[in-house]
């Protein structure tokens, strides 16, 4: 019997919310409606301000940009370096210094080593180098900074970039596990952790990224789509997935700001 009635009671509360809901919404127009008739220009300039700025989410902070950012491309026309570049680009101009690339073919990773060698060209005031340590975009040395600057838009910025094979996370655990198979003492959690981060990384240091930003592809549940890192790695990142864009060869302002808005407002309630 009092399951019927939480049933009933449930189902009561949910009805009167949305006569509630329609019924506002019905007032807010009619206002607007008698605004119109019996009011001024001016009168019902301001109704339809008050009413939109009613009806309209509160702003968002401002938007703080993540320090590491990973994309990882799971759809073949993105996998070019005319789309890998203007994402680069977007985020020199935004102030994020880190930036890792997969795909699901490893495509990127193994034309790491064989494209824009030498100072191709990246945009005006940058200079793109493969060095050892991955993938940099930097700027000119040779140009003034007030060149640089001209010449950038008001961009001056080094960007790290790294471009990581599908099965990366399974091989910095496999190192992992080869480096603490020669130690005669026994083996920590800690130290485990700590081993998986230092080979997963190119240097030790390089901070876990803190957005992931997976583009096309199926549902994450259907496809190895976090093989290039291990899991200790992401355990803090927060994570976004996009169908597509609107072209394959460059992104737009627009939608790369509305990426940075995903992560602006989310909603943390674990990691750092």
Known sequence: M??????????LYWSLLFVLVHVLDFV???????????????????CADNLSNKMKTKPNAATVPPQHIAFHLDDRRYINEAFVRSLV???????????????SWSQLARTASTTAKNGTPFFDGTIYNDCANGDHFVTAKKRTATEELNRNGGVSAEVAVRRLAHDEGRAAIVRACQKLSSCQLPVTTAQLM???????????????????????????????????????????????????????????????????????????????
């Not at 807010?28 to 300039?45: H, V």
């Not at 985020?91 to 795909?103: Q, Y």
Request: aromatic fraction near 10%; glycine fraction near 8%; include cysteine.
């Open 194 to 272: 700590s081993t998986v981060l230092a080979t997963d990384s190119v240097d030790g240091k390089q901070p876990p990224p803190d957005f992931f930003v997976r583009v096309g592809g199926t549902a994450f549940w259907r496809s190895v789509t976090l093989g290039a890192h291990t899991p200790l790695a992401i355990r803090t990142t927060e994570f976004h997935c996009v169908d597509g864009f609107s072209s394959d060869r460059m992104l737009s302002d627009r939608e790369f700001d509305a990426l940075l808005d995903q992560f602006s407002t989310r909603n943390r309630r674990f990691g750092r």
């Open 2 to 11: 009092m399951l019927v009635f939480q049933r009933f009671a449930h189902l």
């Open 28 to 46: 807010g127009k009619a206002r607007l409606i008698l605004c119109s008739i019996f009011c001024d220009r001016q009168t019902l300039d301001e």
């Open 89 to 103: 680009r977007h985020c020199a101009k935004t102030g994020i210094g880190r930036v890792t690339f997969s795909d």
